[in-house]
């Protein structure tokens, strides 16, 4: 994955984190950007560094991606104490058979 698309994958992870989803005033946006901006190299110039910035970028974004994704199944799965039998049935995906009167 290329520097720019860890880039705007990091934004967007810290866009979804936030409460309002603006990163406008983010001091962490703003960090990320600032170091982005430090390991920056172009064509004439390779700099070991800036493949160090774009790992450590890479686990970054693994790591909100996967603090976010476990936010959602807690939310989800988390126990709020008795489920009823229909509840129990559709978290796991059974429908209950119909009584025909």
Known sequence: MSGTKVLRSLLHELRKASPNGCIKDSLAARYI???YKKYET???QHCKARNEA??????Y???LSSLRNYTELY??????GER??????????FK??????
């Open 33 to 35: 950007l600032a170091q």
């Open 42 to 44: 172009t064509d004439q």
């Open 54 to 59: 774009v790992f450590l970028g890479q686990t």
């Open 61 to 63: 974004l693994t790591y």
């Open 75 to 80: 939310h989800e799965f988390h126990g709020r």
């Open 84 to 93: 009823t039998v229909k509840d129990t049935a559709d978290l796991v995906g």
């Open 96 to 101: 209950l058979p119909t009584d025909p009167k």
